[in-house]
């Protein structure tokens, strides 16, 4: 576990570097230190699109990497992060690199920085694995080349991304990890100590304390595991907050879909359904090095959804926190159980918003696909500030309605209502679901069962969990002003 590259800043290219990176756009001068003409380049099959690389080896010195950038003038973010992460996915046995990427006019020294560094430590992730031999990633070393007017701002820029990086590396290996070495209890475990390291209060309770609060989502998810739960509140408290964020993730440390039971290979990415729960806990890592000016409570939602003798039976009623009920018609939709609780714990503590963060549905990956996130929520203006922080990390979101012809479709005879809502419309109406324990705070819940994981290294995301959330997250509470 852990980041196990160093970047550094330096004004020109480092003498012994395996690998240069040469960014070209698709019109325009070729940069000579290339020693190619773009007729050359264009024979090679390499036109300049972003994500693009040619790879050229020297017997003299490093090897060249020519990565597309585009358009001239069309330099974002978003390219310099996707040219920085296609370099890495270049760079085969060589384990040094020097990149001019964040050197490039047009975006700002410190954003550019800032996604030059998490393109190219984001693609440089790899699980170690339990192993004999634990996987290693290639890339040691990156040396971003700056001239001396960009160097402050790109400094700053660097240590935000390798911070954001960090933080997504964690998000990574806990979802990664296998349920049977990542239960409730060693999550909790991590939780406080990641906090001590990064000024974080942490409060861990067990399942008597999840009882005597009521939390009955919790304990009904929990009834079929010899696994106990653990429900994590995590405080940042900076001086003089601008405002008061709340994040409750789902933390299903494995869901099996209890008695409502998963085929098999429904069930073999679902030591990742406590994504949401990770995407918190790492997020908040981050919060004070980045100097949050809001304050933010977190919760993690810690259960495994396992089908042993007490298991929640298909009919039962549970009570959340908040003291509303719900029928169990399928024990399969448990997100939304566990999230009842933490979000009615999240309201009392009188945040002025709240997002929660959930592998909920396939429904949702249905709609969407595996690339974006849905969004929705009862606050325009407050969805609009989750989409900002979207754009800014390049985790993308749609937004779905919170549509309220809908609400019928959770009425039960027994209970204040049921746990789904028929065959249609699924990620609207499991949203509906939590609705009723927003109360009138601000809220926005994120779906991320979709992009939770990839199957193969793809840009900036590699072969796993991919730690979606973690670094919007982190944008969010840093812009968040209340
Ligand atoms: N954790 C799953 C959703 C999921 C599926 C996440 C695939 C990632 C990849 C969730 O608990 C679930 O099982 N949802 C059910 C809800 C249904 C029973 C209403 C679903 O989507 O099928
Ligand atoms: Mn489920
Ligand atoms: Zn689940």
Not at 27 to 52: I, N, Y
Not at 274 to 300: F, N
Not at 412 to 431: E, L, Y
């Amino acid at each position: 576990m852990g980041m196990t590259v160093t970047v550094q800043l330096s004004r020109s290219v480092p003498t012994k570097v395996d690998a240069v990176a040469v960014p070209v756009a698709t019109e325009g001068a070729v940069p000579r230190s290339l020693g190619l003409s773009r007729a050359a380049l264009e024979k090679s099959g390499f036109d300049g699109s972003v994500g693009q690389t040619l790879v050229v080896p020297s017997s003299t010195g490093p090897t060249q990497i020519a990565v597309g950038i585009g358009k001239p003038g069309s330099l974002s973010t978003t390219v310099l992060r996707n040219a920085a992460a296609a370099v890495v996915r270049a760079i085969g046995k060589r384990t040094s690199i020097a990149t001019p990427l964040a050197d490039l006019a047009g975006v700002d020294a410190t954003k550019a920085a800032q996604a030059v560094v998490e393109g190219t430590l984001l693609a440089a992730y790899r699980f170690a694995g339990i192993k004999k031999e634990p996987n290693t990633n290639t890339l040691k070393q990156v040396t971003l080349v700056v001239g001396e007017a960009r160097t402050n701002g790109a400094r700053i820029g660097s240590d935000r991304g390798q911070a954001t990086a960090a933080a997504a590396y964690l998000a990574r290996d806990l979802a990664n990890t296998p349920a049977g070495y990542m239960a409730a209890h060693h999550i909790a475990e991590k939780a406080v100590e990641v906090g001590k390291a990064s000024g974080l209060t942490v409060e861990v309770f067990d399942r008597d304390q999840l009882a005597e609060m009521g939390c009955g989502g919790m304990l009904g998810v929990n009834a079929g595991s010899t696994e106990p739960p653990r429900m994590v509140r995590l405080t940042y408290t900076p001086r003089n907050p601008v405002g008061h964020l709340a994040m409750v993730g789902k933390g299903v440390m494995f869901d099996s879909g209890g008695l409502s039971l998963k085929p098999s290979d429904g069930m073999l990415t679902m030591k990742m359904d406590m994504s949401g729960a990770a995407a918190v806990l790492s997020s908040m890592s981050t919060l004070k090095a980045l100097r949050c000016k809001a304050k933010v409570t977190g919760y993690l939602m810690c259960t495994d959804n396992m089908t042993g003798g007490a298991a929640t039976k298909l009919g039962d009623v549970l009570t959340f926190r908040n003291g509303k009920t719900a029928e169990i018609q399928n024990t399969d939709a448990e997100g939304r159980l566990v999230l009842a609780d933490g979000l009615s714990l999240a309201v009392e503590d009188k945040p002025d918003a709240i997002v929660d963060i959930a592998t909920l549905t396939g429904a949702c990956m249905v709609a969407l696909g595996t690339k974006l996130a849905g969004v929705i929520g009862n606050d325009q203006p407050f969805i609009e500030k989750v989409k900002a922080a979207a754009a800014a990390t390049d985790e993308r979101i749609w937004q779905l309605p919170l549509e309220d012809a809908y609400r019928k479709l959770l009425e039960s005879n027994v209970a204040d209502m049921r746990n789904i809502g028929g065959p249609h419309g699924g990620a609207i109406t499991a949203s509906l679901f939590l609705s009723e324990f927003v109360g009138d705070v601000p809220w926005a819940h994120l779906d991320i069962a979709g992009p939770m994981s990839v199957d193969a290294d793809d840009g900036w995301l590699s072969k796993g969990a991919t730690g979606f959330g973690t670094r919007l997250l982190i944008d969010l509470a840093l812009s968040f002003k209340g």
